[in-house]
């Protein structure tokens, strides 16, 4: 039994490792395929087979005790790993204390220059912003959306409205997420920043890729419902993970 619980450890232990290590950087890789309401039933059957294992170990120490001791101390590492895996996914999704601003008393004072100008552009007013979580500023429901972390502007969302100057995002350095739907844009040239990874520029008239040159690191591009007659520009994004470049005159969408 002890030689069986081995087995299970090491093979829960390899999965785990790289899951955690190659699965979670990789962006081809097959942890990344799986859904994510299926990553807490994953965790929880990795736990029940070091369970299992410690048990059998349990059983087959008089046989096997080095083989015992070693498949128990990779149980406890294991089950130490599940730990944080699982605290991890129960939290996501939760802000932490502190973690974000709901207010622009912190933002830094450059930053908070450059917004008002971008909101003014737009017809709107810094009175206007719903402050929320990274995760929640993709919805459209309200004037624009707004999420400030430590005094700093990290995702924007100013969809449905003008934007007359790209250039201005570029004095706001921690933007990550950026949506810019119906925007009325057809030239992204003005658009400079190494930091933006998510950018949605939907329902415009955007004719070419090649004008995003300014933001090389985009990881998530949504571009879905523009002009696009061609591809070109789209190599550029080293590291794209995913793209929408559907309902564009395209002829082929790699």
């Not at 962006?27 to 736990?47: G, M, V």
């Not at 046989?63 to 599940?82: N, P, R, T, Y």
């Not at 974000?100 to 908070?112: P, V």
């Not at 810019?180 to 949605?200: F, P, V």
Request: charged content about 20%; proline content about 3%; some cysteine.
């Amino acid at each position: 039994m002890a030689i069986r619980s081995l087995l299970i450890v090491l093979l829960v232990t390899a999965f785990l490792g790289y899951s955690f290590t190659i699965g979670l950087t990789e962006p081809n890789s097959l942890i990344k395929k799986i859904p994510d309401f299926l990553a807490i039933p994953l965790l929880l059957a990795c736990a029940l087979l070091y369970v299992l294992a410690a048990w059998w170990a349990v059983k087959g120490f008089g046989e096997h005790k080095f083989i015992a001791i070693v498949s128990l101390g990779f149980c406890a590492f294991g089950l130490s790993i599940f730990a944080v895996g699982f605290s991890i996914e129960m939290n996501r999704g939760k802000a932490r204390t502190g973690q974000y601003d709901y207010n622009f008393n912190r933002l830094d004072a450059s930053e908070k220059v450059a917004l008002t100008k971008i909101i003014g552009g737009a017809g709107l007013h810094l009175s206007n912003a719903t402050f929320t979580e990274h995760w929640h500023v993709a919805d459209t429901t309200s004037t624009f959306r707004i999420c400030v972390q430590k005094g700093h502007v990290t995702a924007l969302n100013i969809s449905n409205h003008p934007i007359r100057e790209l250039d201005l995002f570029s004095q706001l350095p921690e933007l990550g997420d950026l949506y810019l739907r119906n925007c009325g844009l057809s030239d992204m040239s003005g658009l400079k920043s190494t930091k933006i990874d998510r950018l949605d520029i939907s329902d415009n008239q955007i004719t070419t890729l090649e004008t995003l040159s300014g933001v090389p690191n985009v990881r998530w591009l949504f571009a879905s419902n523009n002009k696009l007659t061609s591809t070109e520009g789209i190599e550029r994004f080293k590291q794209l993970i995913d793209k929408d470049l559907s309902e564009n005159p395209l002829d082929t969408i790699p």
